[in-house]
């Protein structure tokens, strides 16, 4: 199985990019945001404690999505591989992720990381927010809360899989086709 991460800022694409790469190399897509915007909208117990984060710009805990991520590890077959979108997202779920393949000794394949400027990630998610309606594209408070959270917390990934070898940056400005093919000539060296 390989497993590829889809790595880059909130706006910069991952979403639309992941469309076109599971079709492409046959790969299950996991995205934690969509999964937890899933149980937000079924009202479930996790879904009201991911809402009260999530509307904030703030991340949910580690173990939350790790555990999302084990389940859909476990279960979805007949696919080449993951594409995770939105996960890891610290240095701690990079760690837990790294330790969950390990166990049937397999790693990660390789990390594909979208890359723009913070100018560019509020254009992005403003005009993302006409279109999709989600609750944390709605202020610029929220956002920038959201590019802060990422600084913070999930930029150290950068160094983390640049270390093991493992980070492979697109450029994410452009059109959505050729950032694609960026991606797609990563990717078809794995
Ligand atoms: P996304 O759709 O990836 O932009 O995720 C939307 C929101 O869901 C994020 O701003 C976080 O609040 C939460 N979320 C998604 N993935 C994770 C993750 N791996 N760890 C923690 N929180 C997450």
Known sequence: MKYYILFGPPGAGKGTQATAMVENYNLHH????????????????????????????????????????????????GVDGFLLDGFPRTIPQAIALDEMLAKTSESVTATVSIMIPDEVVMERIKGRALKEGRADDASEDIINTRIATYHAQTEPLIEFYTKAGKYHEADGVGSIEEIKDRIFTIMDRF
Do not use: C, H, Y
């Open 30 to 77: 996991i995205s934690t945001g969509a999964l937890l915007r899933k149980e937000i909208a079924a009202g479930t117990e996790l879904g009201a404690l991911a809402k009260s984060l999530i509307e904030k710009g703030n991340l949910v805990p580690d173990e939350v999505v790790v555990e999302m991520i084990e389940n859909e590890f476990k279960t979805v077959r």
